[in-house]
């Protein structure tokens, strides 16, 4: 079954964006558009943030059946890789 989690984010500009996740045999595939446009953006790069995000989200719906453990283990354990390539702050 195919799902959806949408959510709009504020940048530190004031700018915003909606993020759109769908969540397919598996796989999640994320879809922004900035505000004021018309058309999703289907190759930009989810950012750390987008990822906390969507975790947070699938947390949330964990509780009523709508996420399931590996959904929330893939996107942990993705948070940790991006994380861990990350350069430290010094």
């Known amino acids: ?19 759109r996740v769908s969540r397919w045999s598996g796989e999640m595939k994320f879809q922004f558009m900035e505000k004021g446009s018309d ?4 190759e930009r790069e989810p950012e750390l943030h987008d990822w906390e995000d969507l975790l947070d989200a699938l947390e949330r719906r964990y509780s009523r059946k709508q996420a399931t453990d590996q959904e929330i283990t893939f996107v942990k354990n993705k948070i940790i890789e991006i994380k ?3 350069p430290l702050a010094g």
């Open 84 to 86: 861990k390539d990350m």
């Open 1 to 19: 079954m195919r799902q959806e989690i949408n959510w709009r984010t504020r940048r530190t500009d004031k700018s915003v964006y909606e993020v």
């Open 39 to 42: 058309n999703w953006d289907y």
